[in-house]
């Protein structure tokens, strides 16, 4: 069987205006990733990313710890959902869950928790939403589909977002939607999970690892957003 394995983009820029590029911890993390894959002496066959500024600085990073670099493929299915449109369309329904600026990032969780089961249960406004759970769901299956057509003779490296990783384990682990979220709630930043593939079946190997980060000098380095 073929093998990928799929890392979580490295610390954003929460509360900053772009949220969309990484912290100064974020781009260590995705070094540390990429030295420790070299101490490994893992070498990857493909580099799959979504569109993200986030995603190309934590490849870029991983490579730079790698000290090479992979030939690489953008995939919109590896993109992560759109919180700020389905927050949007949620508050259009329910007002009074509005967090001010400033508030605490536990508010901004909740209410993303809030906006994604409305989202997944359909009761949002089509009309006001970039794509449903339905398409989101499909494009990240999409992604799965596209790998297993062909055999890999060295493992695929993807890059994505905590929301696209919860979703392809929903798929591969048959998962409802309700896991989606809370897995997407879990998922550490510049983690990787991997997986062993082929064309009828992905199986689960490891979810979450951030051996990376896992010790004591790095204990401060573990974070979720």
Known sequence: MSEFYIVRHGQASFGAANYDKLSEL?????????????????????????????HQETAAGICKGLNTDIASTTHTGLNEFDFQNIAAAYLAKHPNDAVQKGAPPAEFYRLLKKAMGAWSAEQLDPSMLNETWGQFRQRVFDVLDVLGQKSHDKPVLLVSSGGAISMLMSIV?????????????????????????????????????VPHLDIPERVGAVTFS
């Open 173 to 209: 682990l048959e998962l409802e939607a309700k896991h989606v979220i809370e897995l997407n709630m879990q998922v550490r930043n510049a983690s990787y999970s991997h997986f062993f593939f082929n064309r009828d079946t992905v199986r689960l190997s490891s979810f979450n690892n």
């Open 26 to 54: 974020g781009h260590q993390q995705s070094v540390w990733l990429g030295e420790y894959f070299a101490q490994r002496n893992m070498t990857f066959g493909q580099l799959w990313l979504g569109e993200m500024v986030r």
